[in-house]
């Protein structure tokens, strides 16, 4: 009878933990100690406290960071103040700290809680991991409810889950409306295209910008999958309604210019009638739940008739 009983508890007591591991959200949420299920049952045993020194070496987590926690951000990435990369570039210029993905740079700020992107090599990830620090791994996504998803689990690891819930509900609202003005309005085809020729197809966070504008993804509808290089004569042969081009950035500071001083851009049909839309880099540099912005302007741009301004017609 002891032993049975004995049996029972401890069945019992499993089966709590697993619902208190279950009830912290995906596994993957936190990542600290070198054994991640034993970290997350001491998480059953004793939740964090709320951090109070937030170290952030990710431009996109900081797009959300600081729209969640921004009196207790310690550090944000140094690519966060370059304001053609960062929708919070005015914001991240008064936190205390910049950082890059280094181990030895983080810890010095004796950080409570650090966030870091998911490709982070180990050379930054195990110092940080056996110091003691609590880490969240920032996954990279390439849809919106990939955005949504990380929101709300930034938002449990900071202690600001109902911030998250109204980023996300604010997020649905915009879509939603965006989506009611276009109605069943017809699609014109719309092509990403920059400077080094390459285009965003299916599973791009590009397609999910154009596709929510009310624009037909051309690379999609060809098959195309991911980022791949296209010739200017595929480009001319496709002739889109619509090309999307990427604004500036750092790295490539004449890009749109470049882009259309081309002797094959200017052939475009698109670009005789003034439907090249550019895109402002930080959009797809550090998507976030600003993408909003990025999908209602460029719904104007296509269909400006559903916004009560000049209509455009595809393929006049």
């Known amino acids: ?19 208190a591991i279950a009830a912290l959200g995906p596994k993957n949420l936190f990542v600290s100690g070198s054994d991640q299920e034993a970290d997350c049952r001491r998480n059953v045993r004793q939740a964090h406290p709320r951090p109070e020194r937030i170290v952030s070496a990710n431009l996109g987590a900081d797009q959300i960071l600081m729209d969640l926690a921004p009196d207790r951000m310690w550090s944000v990435n140094y690519f966060s103040l370059d304001p053609r990369l960062s929708h919070v570039a005015d914001a991240a210029s008064r936190v205390p700290h910049r950082v890059k993905a280094d181990a ?17 090599p180990a050379a930054v990830f195990s110092p940080i991991e056996e110091s003691g620090v609590r880490v969240f791994r920032f996954t990279e996504y390439q849809s919106i409810e990939g955005v949504e998803t990380t929101i709300l689990e930034l938002g449990e690891a900071v202690s600001a889950r109902e911030r998250a819930a109204e980023l996300v509900e604010a997020m649905r609202k915009r879509l939603a409306a965006v989506s009611e003005k276009l109605g069943g309005r017809p699609r014109p085809g719309v092509l990403y295209y920059n400077l080094g020729g390459f285009t965003g197809g299916k599973g791009t966070f590009v397609d999910c ?4 504008a009310g624009g037909a993804n051309l690379a999609a509808r060809e098959g195309i999958w991911g980022s791949r290089k296209l ?27 470049e882009f259309l001083a081309h002797p094959a851009i200017r052939q475009l049909r698109a670009f005789e009638e003034g439907r090249i839309f550019v895109l402002a880099a930080k ?17 104007r741009f296509i269909h400006p008739e559903a ?6 017609k595809p393929g006049s």
């Open 231 to 257: 010739s200017m004569e595929y480009l001319l042969v496709m002739d889109p309604d619509v090309v999307v081009v990427m604004s500036p950035t750092r790295w490539h500071p004449n890009a749109e210019k």
């Open 209 to 212: 910008i154009i596709t929510g």
């Open 104 to 120: 030895e740079q983080i810890l010095a700020l004796n950080p409570d809680l650090v966030v870091l992107g998911r490709m982070s």
């Open 283 to 299: 959009y797809l540099y550090a998507p976030s739940h600003h993408v909003v912005e990025a999908v209602e302007d460029l719904a």
């Open 1 to 19: 009878m002891g032993r049975t009983a004995g049996i029972t508890w401890s069945c019992i007591l499993i089966m709590l933990c697993a619902g």
């Open 307 to 312: 916004f009560g301004q000049v209509s455009f």
